[in-house]
Structures are given as C-alpha cells and as structure tokens.
C-alpha cells in the first residue's frame, strides 16, 4: 500500500494516511489502540510497547494488545465490539491466568478509560513501569495540568 501512495501520491489526506499506515505497521489494529497510542503513549512521553506480542496459551498462539519489553508490563486494550461473546471472555480469561502464573504485571483498560481518562491510563501504566524498574522519562500533557 505504502509504494502505490509513493507511486501516485494522493492530494488529500496525505499526511492522515501515512500516519494510519506506519500506525498499522506497528501493530495498532482498532481505533482504540489508535487512542491509546495518541492520547496515553505519546502524549506522556511513555516508551513505545510492542503491539501485538505474541503469547502462548493452552498451546495455543494468542496476541497481546501491549508489551512493555523492559518489564514485561501486558496493557490489554477491551473493546466491547470485540470482546463481549462467551469464547472471547473465556479465551481472556485465561490468557489472564498464564501471565499471573508468569507472574507478570498487567493493566486492562477499555474505550472509557482510554478516551475519558487517558491521564488517569498514563499514570497507572507510568507507576507499573517505574516499580518495574523503568527510568521515568515520562511528563504529563496538556491534560494532565488543565
């Protein structure tokens, strides 16, 4: 997709595009993983999480929405559209359970906090981090200090 933009560059929305595309690139796979990354992420200076990394339960290959890599800190992303049938909720479930028995920290947040409260997100994610071990480069956003 990228080389047809580069071949015929559109007049409008260009800068729009590229970004959703390097944004898809990286792994963000909804419009609430898109927020997370705009409003929680790089508005608070937080460090990049890996998207969709994989993990593996009852043998089988699932994805995690965030990965913090330098404390295995799991943000899960829940949308309603996408989470609400009985399989999903038991595949979470467990899912959940195989990162406690890794003993590994993880946060769970859904469209109202991320959209609502995205200071609140920061400052959940930034305390789990820094307690994991993180050097806090993070600052709060214009948000945070209205």
């Known amino acids: 997709m990228t ?3 580069e071949v015929r560059r559109p ?3 260009l800068k729009a595009i590229l970004h959703t595309l390097a944004l898809m690139r990286d792994g963000v796979h909804s419009a609430l ?3 997370y990354v ?3 992420e790089q508005a608070h200076g937080l460090p990049a999480g890996k998207r969709q990394a994989p993990v593996f339960v009852d043998g089988r290959q699932l994805f995690e929405d965030i ?3 330098i404390c295995d ?5 829940d949308g309603q559209a996408f989470h609400s049938a009985k399989q999903r909720r038991f595949r979470d479930r467990r899912r959940d359970n195989a990162a406690e028995l890794r003993n590994l920290p993880r946060l769970m947040y859904g469209w109202h906090e991320v ?3 995205p200071c609140g997100v920061y400052r959940e994610v930034r305390e789990v981090l ?3 071990g993180w050097n806090d480069s993070s600052y709060p956003c214009e948000r945070c200090t209205s």
Request: glycine share 0%; no cysteine.
């Open 38 to 40: 705009l409003d929680v």
């Open 33 to 35: 993983e898109h927020r």
């Open 11 to 13: 007049m409008r929305y």
């Open 130 to 132: 820094v307690r994991e």
């Open 3 to 5: 080389r047809k933009i």
């Open 67 to 69: 990965r913090y890599e």
């Open 115 to 117: 959209t609502e409260d």
């Open 73 to 77: 800190l799991i943000v899960r992303l």
